[in-house]
């Protein structure tokens, strides 16, 4: 799906710039989830209900971390009992930028 948005722009000398953005939304890629109906997935990544090794937490969810977590707390996220996780794009590329290392990718 592709979307764009127009808007026009003043520049610093006074003239007129006509700025376009497109963002393309891919509607080939599921969310990989056992409890989605609505994506057409094959294989499945993210458990409906994930055992909890934790007295915490006894419902099941999803763990999102942002990019301090991945930064400082890397070594919690190998942890066996931390199941379900979601890396967004945004954390890799920030702890890339960040660790000026391109192996995080072939370490998630």
């Known amino acids: ?3 764009i ?3 026009i722009k003043k520049t ?3 003239g007129v710039l006509k700025v376009v953005r497109e ?3 891919r509607d080939d ?3 990989g989830s056992e409890i989605c109906s609505q994506c057409r997935q094959e294989k499945t990544v993210l458990q409906r209900t994930a055992p909890s090794l934790s007295s915490l937490v006894s419902q099941s969810h999803y763990i999102i971390p942002d990019t301090n977590v991945v930064l400082h707390q890397m070594d919690i996220l190998e942890d066996i009992a931390i199941k379900n996780v979601i890396i967004l794009q945004t954390v890799i590329q920030e702890v890339n930028l960040e660790l000026n290392c391109i192996h995080f990718l ?3």
């Open 12 to 14: 610093k000398k006074g």
């Open 23 to 25: 963002h393309y939304l």
């Open 29 to 31: 890629i599921y969310c």
């Open 1 to 3: 799906m592709l979307r």
């Open 5 to 7: 948005k127009t808007f």
């Open 106 to 108: 072939h370490y998630i």
